[in-house]
């Protein structure tokens, strides 16, 4: 594996240096060559990669293949207004169908199951993403996206659906529908792999119970690919690494070194084969801990841990990740409101929702209703504009929002991970 690594590596910082102007600066202002990395033992050498280099560099401009090579793009929030657009070639695209066919199999799944795949199909990677491995290893798909679950229980029952990939809190959504339905003795679903947002071995464990299958956990992020990058199997003991296409690091988000196994810290990709948007040393952001040790299943893929949460104020909602300074940037652009706002996140029929309180001047207040309630209608659509998601927008009077005395203080979040 680790000359394997190596060799990808090598190609991987070639690659980037002749083709990313990005990299071949960051690169030379280490008086770095691409001779200097040899092998993955050299890889603190290299520069890191945040979600605000892909901002900064907006669309295309990290992207290392011509644009006649790229087959597909997808795009998940930036920090701020702009998006994070990532291109994929056809050989990245084979990739990915593998990676997410083999956390299939992990999962049980086979060219004889049937499956819905129900993460949303768009700019997203969840649904395309499911779909291309689940193509790849032979099972019949069922594009659902989501959105109707009533169809959805509908076709899962006349189907025969065996497995299902969706968010794990979409999963009991569904699974509560077929409860009230009474149809969970007509179902024939066995396996679900999902991703997408934390969630808990206590939830994996009550949707298990619920449905009487395996549940398992997929991970991934659109800059290094989408779902696939790793994913449990049946001993569910920390989610197996792909590491053949991408050389994991955990990391001190302070001192930007390398904790040891076992230890907390930030996860950070380095991708090995892509050659749309190949990142070197990408920091995820996302909290966990990592174990070389094989697994009772045989194994030896790296483990990590479920995880424990994130470096930054990305929140997760419904599958879409959102940056209170996303909602910041929309509130200042329309003037007539001030930044002060609250976000309060809360989990509803384990469904998702998002109010958002924001402060306007008094005098909204003593005008007519009507004045009100336009305002409220054009905070939300505009809202809804930068995150991509409908929102319930509340407004409130001046300073009623409490002022904190150190970081603000944006979010409420409700939601329980049970
Ligand atoms: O959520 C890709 C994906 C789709 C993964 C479907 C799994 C299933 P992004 O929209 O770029 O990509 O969001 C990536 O979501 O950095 C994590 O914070 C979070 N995340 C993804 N999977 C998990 C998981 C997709 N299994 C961000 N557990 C990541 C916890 C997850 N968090």
């Known amino acids: 594996m680790t000359s394997l690594q190596s060799a990808r590596l090598v190609k991987t910082v070639d690659?980037?240096?002749?083709?990313?102007?990005?990299?071949?600066?960051?690169?030379?202002?280490?008086?770095?060559?691409?001779?200097?990395?040899?092998?993955?033992?050299?890889?603190?050498?290299?520069?890191?990669t945040t979600k605000n280099d892909l901002r900064d560099n907006y669309p295309f401009g990290l992207f290392a293949a011509p644009q006649s090579e790229i087959v597909r793009v997808?795009?998940?929030?930036?920090?701020?207004?702009k998006a994070t657009v990532v291109g994929y070639t056809r050989k990245d695209l084979e990739v990915w169908s593998e990676c997410v066919a083999r956390a299939l199999t992990m999962a049980g799944v086979t060219k004889d199951d049937v499956i819905q795949v129900a993460y949303g199909y768009g700019l997203f990677t969840g649904g395309?993403?499911?779909h291309g491995g689940a193509e790849k290893?032979?099972?019949?798909?069922?594009p659902m996206s989501t959105g109707n679950t009533k169809k959805l229980t509908t076709?899962?029952?006349?189907?025969?659906?065996?497995?299902?990939?969706?968010?794990?809190?979409?999963?009991?959504?569904?699974?509560?529908?077929?409860?009230?339905?009474?149809?969970?003795?007509?179902?024939?679903?066995?396996?679900?792999?999902?991703?997408?947002?934390?969630?808990?071995?206590?939830?994996?464990?009550?949707?298990?119970?619920?449905?009487?299958?395996?549940?398992?956990?997929?991970y991934g992020l659109s800059e290094i690919m989408g779902p696939g990058v790793a994913c449990d199997c049946i001993h569910h003991k920390g989610l197996h690494v792909y590491e053949d296409?991408?050389?994991?690091?955990?990391?001190?988000?302070?001192?930007?070194?390398?904790?040891?196994?076992?230890?907390?810290?930030?996860?950070?990709?380095?991708?090995?084969?892509?050659?749309?948007?190949?990142?070197?040393?990408?920091?995820?952001?996302?909290?966990?801990?990592?174990?070389?040790?094989?697994?009772?299943c045989g194994r030896?893929?790296?483990?990590?841990?479920?995880?424990?949460?994130?470096?930054?104020?990305?929140?997760?909602?419904?599958?879409?990740?959102?940056?209170?300074?996303?909602?910041?940037?929309?509130?200042?652009?329309?003037?007539?409101t001030t930044p002060h706002y609250m976000m309060i996140v809360d989990r509803v029929n384990n469904l998702d929702t998002l109010e958002?309180?924001?402060?306007?001047?008094?005098?909204?207040?003593?005008?007519?209703?009507?004045?009100?309630?336009?305002?409220?209608?054009?905070?939300?659509?505009?809202?809804?504009?930068?995150?991509?998601?409908?929102v319930k927008v509340k407004l409130v009077e001046p300073k009623s929002i409490e002022r904190s005395m150190g970081k603000a203080v944006h979010v409420i979040d409700k939601r329980k991970l049970v």
């Open 245 to 296: 296409y991408f050389l994991p690091e955990v990391i001190d988000s302070e001192t930007l070194k390398a904790v040891k196994p076992g230890e907390t810290g930030e996860l950070v990709f380095t991708t090995l084969t892509k050659e749309g948007i190949p990142l070197l040393r990408y920091r995820t952001r996302d909290l966990t801990s990592i174990d070389y040790s094989p697994c009772e």
């Open 137 to 142: 290893l032979g099972a019949v798909v069922v």
């Open 300 to 336: 030896t893929l790296a483990r990590i841990s479920r995880f424990k949460g994130r470096s930054d104020d990305m929140l997760i909602i419904r599958g879409v990740n959102v940056f209170p300074s996303q909602i910041e940037a929309a509130l200042l652009e329309m003037g007539e």
């Open 15 to 48: 690659r980037v240096y002749h083709n990313v102007p990005f990299y071949r600066k960051k690169m030379q202002e280490l008086g770095l060559e691409p001779g200097d990395i040899r092998g993955i033992e050299d890889i603190e050498k290299l520069p890191f």
């Open 356 to 390: 958002v309180q924001v402060e306007v001047d008094e005098k909204f207040f003593s005008d007519e209703i009507k004045e009100l309630e336009n305002l409220t209608k054009k905070i939300a659509h505009v809202i809804q504009q930068a995150i991509g998601l409908a």
């Open 155 to 218: 076709m899962m029952k006349d189907f025969g659906v065996t497995a299902i990939a969706c968010t794990p809190s979409y999963l009991l959504h569904i699974a509560e529908t077929l409860e009230e339905e009474g149809a969970i003795p007509d179902i024939k679903l066995k396996a679900a792999i999902c991703g997408a947002e934390p969630w808990t071995e206590n939830m994996r464990l009550q949707i298990e119970k619920k449905l009487n299958i395996h549940a398992h956990d997929i």
């Open 74 to 81: 997808h795009a998940s929030s930036g920090t701020t207004g």
């Open 128 to 130: 395309l993403g499911a």
